[in-house]
């Protein structure tokens, strides 16, 4: 583990809804494969349609997700804060970065590499049965976020 962690970064990696049904020696697989990162507001995180390469944790602050439209105009997605995570769907996909990722605020980050997450998960079934079912529940929470949306949209044309 980075000494850069404090206790409340630890605290919010075993409260996060990541991990949260982790048990402590579960929990610490992941936490001593982890680099801390900071960024100032409106730095990069992840660029939309770059190959990722980590799986990142909020430890403090907030950042913003964005999407480019087909005009070329950045809309915001969401905003996402402690204890949320972001970059976990190429870690199930294996395709380029769905979206950007700015630091809102001043942001403290834990990112564990793909390649260590997937040998966590390949090498503990039982973790990765956790980890999954949660990366799962999140992903659908998302998507169900982004059909609202859609929905309060005052048109959408029929191509069809």
Known sequence: ?????????LDVFSSAYLFRDLE??????????TQYA?????SVIIREDEQGEYLYLILSGKVRVTKRTYEGIEQILGILE???FFGEMVLLDRRSRSASVYAHTRVE?????????????NDNPRIGLKVLRAFSEVISLRLRNANDKLRSLPFIERTF
């Open 109 to 121: 980050l834990a990112r564990i590499q793909h390649s260590k997450v997937a040998s966590i998960l």
């Open 82 to 84: 402690t204890g949320d």
């Open 38 to 42: 900071e960024h100032v507001p409106n």
């Open 24 to 33: 402590p020696d579960e929990l610490d697989l992941f936490i001593n494969n």
């Open 1 to 9: 583990m980075n000494n850069e962690f404090t206790q409340e970064h």
